[in-house]
T-cell receptor
Framework: GAGVSQTPSNKVTEKGKYVELRCDPISGHTALYWYRQSLGQGPEFLIYFQGTGAADDSGLPNDRFFAVRPEGSVSTLKIQRTERGDSAVYLC?????????????FGSGTQLSVL | GEDVEQSLFLSVREGDSSVINCTYT??????LYWYKQEPGAGLQLLTYIFSNMDMKQDQRLTVLLNKKDKHLSLRIADTQTGDSAIYFC???????????FGPGTRLSVLP
């Protein structure tokens, strides 16, 4: 695709529910990143994929958060038993090879609201 | 852990220069970046500088790096209303893919 696509753009859910957020990276990009941006703050790293494998998941806040990228392209961020504190914009980015210092291309994000 | 700090707001008049400042704590930072975020849009990489450089110029943008003081700045010459956005400073440590972002500076350009 022309850019990184994230769906849905907005998601409203109730506390305790399960949500899935989707990221479609730029075609051919092997590296994919998930970030979380709370209101008034900068993006916070969650997880980085190189191909199908999670190369660094040190930013996932707890075991309610999980992400997959089964075919090395589309990725899904899954959040179980959502809490109000999970409300944020979830950003996805991709880069061509994941080489150190390489340019990241960001999607517009999914605004998650947990009521 | 790493920390990146920025002032939160900056207001300038159209045509003036803007200077956005950033400080960071990680001495092993090897690349430092400036990203721009417009309302409802994803982050867009503006420019970056490698840590062995002290200045980089790219059209209206000038990046200055003081590695001793761990201070990074972004100067936008002839600021236009289209430059109004939030600007994020970011760094990543040696060979890492974990980018650490500052809180962002909201630039308002007044006509």
């Amino acid at each position: 695709g022309a850019g990184v696509s994230q769906t849905p753009s907005n998601k409203v859910t109730e506390k305790g529910k399960y949500v899935e957020l989707r990221c479609d990276p730029i075609s051919g990009h092997t590296a994919l990143y998930w970030y979380r941006q709370s209101l008034g703050q900068g993006p916070e790293f969650l997880i980085y994929f190189q191909g199908t494998g999670a190369a660094d998941d040190s930013g996932l806040p707890n075991d309610r958060f999980f992400a997959v990228r089964p075919e090395g392209s589309v990725s899904t961020l899954k959040i179980q038993r959502t809490e109000r504190g999970d409300s944020a914009v979830y950003l996805c980015a991709s880069s061509e090879t994941g080489t150190w210092g390489e340019k990241l291309f960001f999607g517009s994000g999914t605004q998650l609201s947990v009521l | 852990g790493e920390d990146v700090e920025q002032s939160l707001f900056l207001s300038v008049r159209e045509g003036d220069s803007s200077v956005i400042n950033c400080t960071y704590t990680d001495s092993s930072s090897t690349y430092l970046y400036w990203y721009k975020q417009e309302p409802g849009a994803g982050l867009q990489l503006l420019t970056y500088i490698f840590s062995n450089m002290d200045m980089k110029q790219d059209q209206r943008l000038t990046v200055l790096l003081n590695k001793k003081d761990k201070h990074l700045s972004l100067r936008i010459a002839d600021t236009q209303t289209g430059d109004s956005a939030i600007y994020f400073c970011a760094e990543n440590e040696n060979y890492g893919q974990n980018f650490v972002f500052g809180p962002g500076t909201r630039l308002s350009v007044l006509p």
